[in-house]
Structures are given as C-alpha cells and as structure tokens.
C-alpha cells in the first residue's frame, strides 16, 4: 500500500524558508510522478513543483525561482525548499503520487495524482 506522510510546515514571517519532506513508502515503481502541490482556504487545489516521468521538473509560475522540488537517490523522499516565502503562499501542502511517469504537461494538474499525504499547514505572516 503507496503512503505519503509529510513534515516541516509550520509558520513563518515573510521573507522566510521553510523545507517540507514527504516519506514514501509501498511503491515498487521509482519512475512514476510526484510533486507538490498546496491548496488555500476558498480556492482549488493547485500544482506547485513537480517531477515527470522521466525526471524533469515543473514549477508553478508563481513560485519558480523560491521553490525547489527534490528526492533523495532512492525517490523515498520528496524535499520542498521554499525561500522568500509571502502571504500568499500560505496553504495546506499536500505531496502526491501517479500511478506512472507523467508527461511534463500534466504533472501539476492534481486530477492525475492517485496517492495524496495528509498536508502539512504552511502559514506565512506579512
């Protein structure tokens, strides 16, 4: 059974960092898709950085350049490094899992991703 657990949100001021992890477990396939992606109070979930299938990353337009998306060398861990956090990047963090290697136009569209972590609240203060 796939399971996702993750870690590190927490509250911030603006300007700040915050790294999330993402534990994986039960896959026996290490090319299929993973990413990140946040949803905040009244709007739709969202992709926020995310690995294709064949390893290539994807960035939402607002926050390329703050965030960055990586595994440790056996994809058991997912890392999200967010620097120069703001206000509006306060959600709830989810880290997701496909059942394949997506194509790099797809992986930050939630509908795609099968497996979900609880989320881990990020709030950052102006």
């Known amino acids: 059974q796939v399971q996702l657990v993750e870690s590190g949100g927490g509250s911030v001021q603006a300007g700040g960092s915050l790294r999330l992890s993402c534990a994986t477990s039960?896959?026996?396939?290490?090319?299929?898709?993973v990413g990140w992606f946040r949803q905040a109070p009244g709007k739709e979930r969202e992709g926020v950085a995310a690995f294709d299938g064949r390893g290539a990353t994807r960035y939402a337009d607002s926050v390329k350049g703050r965030f960055t998306i990586s595994t440790d060398s056996t994809k058991n861990t997912l890392y999200l490094q967010m620097n120069s956090l703001n206000p509006e990047d306060t959600a709830i963090y989810y880290c997701?899992?496909?059942?394949?290697?997506?194509?790099?136009?797809?992986?930050?569209?939630?509908?795609?991703?099968?497996?979900w972590g609880q989320g881990t609240q990020v709030t950052v203060s102006s």
């Open positions: 997701a899992a496909a059942r394949i290697g997506l194509s790099w136009y797809f992986v930050l569209r939630p509908r795609y991703f099968v497996y």
């Open positions: 039960g896959y026996t396939n290490n090319t299929y898709s």
